[in-house]
Nanobody
Framework: QVRLDESGGGLVQAGGSLRLSCVAS????????LGWFRQAPGKEREFVAA????????KYADSVKGRFTIARDNAKSTVTLQMNDLNPEDTAVYYC??????????????????????WGQGTQVTVSS
C-alpha cells in the first residue's frame, strides 16, 4: 500500500501563488508515475498535471499551461505543483495520485484518472477575486 499526503493548500488572492506538495509513504521502493487532479464544487474531477517515472515527460491541462509546474524528487518521494498567477477558476480540492502499472513506459505521463492506483485525501485551494 501507498499513502499520499498533500499539503500546501490555502486561501490566496487572484494573481498569487501556492506550492502544493505530496509525500508518498509505504511502498516507496516502487517508482510511480504521478499526477495532480482537482475537483471544484459541483464539478467532475479533472486532470491538472502529470509527470512520468523518469521525470522527463510532463503533461498539463490547457487551463493551467504556462502557470503551473509539476516536479518530482524521487529521493524524497515527493511530487510538487507550483501554481502561479492563480485565478478564482482554480478554486478546488487538489488531489495527488500515483500509478504503478508496469506496462506504461518510464516516459509516460498520464492524463487519465483510471490509470492511477493511489489517491491522496486532497488539499483545498481557494482563490479570491
Amino acid at each position: 500500500q501507498v499513502r499520499l499526503d498533500e499539503s500546501g493548500g490555502g486561501l490566496v488572492q487572484a494573481g498569487g501563488s501556492l506550492r502544493l506538495s505530496c509525500v508518498a509513504s509505504g511502498r516507496t521502493s516502487i517508482n510511480y508515475f504521478l499526477g495532480w487532479f482537482r475537483q471544484a464544487p459541483g464539478k467532475e474531477r479533472e486532470f491538472v498535471a502529470a509527470i512520468s517515472r523518469s521525470g522527463g515527460s510532463t503533461k498539463y491541462a490547457d487551463s493551467v499551461k504556462g502557470r503551473f509546474t509539476i516536479a518530482r524528487d524521487n529521493a524524497k518521494s515527493t511530487v510538487t505543483l507550483q501554481m502561479n498567477d492563480l485565478n478564482p477558476e482554480d478554486t478546488a480540492v487538489y488531489y495527488c495520485a500515483a500509478g504503478t502499472k508496469a506496462y506504461f513506459s518510464d516516459d509516460y505521463a498520464s492524463m487519465n484518472s483510471w490509470t492511477y492506483d493511489y489517491w491522496g485525501q486532497g488539499t483545498q485551494v481557494t482563490v479570491s477575486s
